[in-house]
């Protein structure tokens, strides 16, 4: 069992940047692909991020695409997900999710573990 835990969230204006954070109780965190996903007022779940085991590769959504970056250090145990140029439509609760299949995922049912949610607010 691995417990994910968010935190960065916060209130931001149009233009604006965050820096998301997971930390994650299991060693080797290395073991797990990480995602973060998204959850909008009145929306389904989207996923935003995607990151391999070693970091070597990264995915992302295409609204997202050069404004956030993903990232993590498996010696701290922590992913990360830098949120520049925020807009209001990226107002969600954001999610870290893990996956331990051997491939990295967009789909949400592939992820394994699921943190709490931290809540991102941008006002125009």
């Known amino acids: 069992q691995v417990h994910l835990v968010e935190s960065g969230g916060g209130l931001v204006q149009t233009g604006g940047s965050l820096r998301l954070s997971c930390a994650a109780s299991e060693r080797p965190f290395s073991r797990y692909f990480m995602g973060w996903f998204r959850q909008g007022p009145g929306k389904e779940r989207e996923f935003v991020a995607a990151?391999?085991?070693?970091?070597?590769?990264?995915y992302y959504a295409d609204s997202v695409k050069g404004r956030f970056t993903i990232s993590r250090d498996n010696a701290k145990n922590t992913a990360y997900l830098q949120m520049n140029t925020l807009e209001p439509e990226d107002t969600a609760v954001y999610y870290c999710a893990a996956d331990a299949s051997p491939a990295l995922s967009t789909v949400g049912r592939r992820y394994d573990y699921w943190g709490q949610g931290t809540q991102v607010t941008v006002s125009s």
């Open positions: 990151i391999s085991r070693t970091g070597s590769n990264t």
